[in-house]
């Protein structure tokens, strides 16, 4: 099983006040973070950039580990974003990881044990999700199979709508890793973030 990574970080991050994927946590970018996160078990890690593309780029330190492709439709919204990163999958893999880049305290154990289960699931098991006391969160593992019906949502839909679709075959790993859920979308997150990672 080949499990490619998709970072998106295409957006205008405009409640934020500044790129998110640039933002520091614990010494690394959000961005970097994820990409040392991922890279272990995903082949290639994708990442998305749009808003700042160059900028993100030039300034993660760990750019030469990622593929960097440009959502030019960004404005869109992040549905954009993901099918921009699923068509520059490549052809060998199986499935892929996504998460925004939103959620940098996403442990690297979970990532390893969603793509561990990837590699083992069953005939008919499309999805693997994590879920944190009971609740759902990221990275989510798709598989090949799935990527039409993303690609085939018009401008408006959300990627939930083909997760919905098929909670049947669907596998949930649960995880001890509230990192799953934090969704750093603005300054009060990002403040609660860094407060529980000691980083002030």
Not at 137 to 153: K, Y
Request: aromatic share 6%; hydrophobic share 40%; with cysteine.
């Amino acid at each position: 099983m080949k499990l490619a990574a998709l970072i998106l970080a295409a957006g205008e991050s405009r409640r934020m006040g500044a790129p998110k994927a640039l933002l520091p946590l614990a010494g690394e970018t959000f961005l970097d973070r994820l990409i040392a996160a991922f890279e272990p078990w995903c082949c290639p890690v994708v990442v998305v950039t749009g808003h700042d593309a160059e900028r993100i780029q030039t300034q993660s330190r760990r750019a030469s580990e990622a593929r960097f492709v440009r959502n030019h439709e960004y404005r869109l919204g992040q549905l954009s974003s993901l099918q921009c990163g699923l068509r520059a999958v490549p052809a060998d893999c199986d499935g892929v990881l996504f998460t925004p880049v939103d959620y940098p305290a996403i442990q690297p154990a979970t990532i390893a044990r969603l793509a561990e289960r990837f590699a083992r699931r069953r005939l008919g098991e499309l999805l693997v999700i994590p879920r944190c006391e009971g609740r759902r969160g990221h990275p989510v593992a798709c598989a090949r199979e799935l990527f039409p019906e993303f690609l085939s949502l018009p401008p408006e839909a959300q990627a939930r709508e083909v997760i919905r679709r098929h909670r049947e075959e669907t596998v949930y790993v649960d995880v001890e890793d509230p990192g799953i859920l934090e969704d750093a979308d603005d300054l009060p997150a990002y403040e609660r973030l860094k407060l529980r990672f000691g980083a002030l």
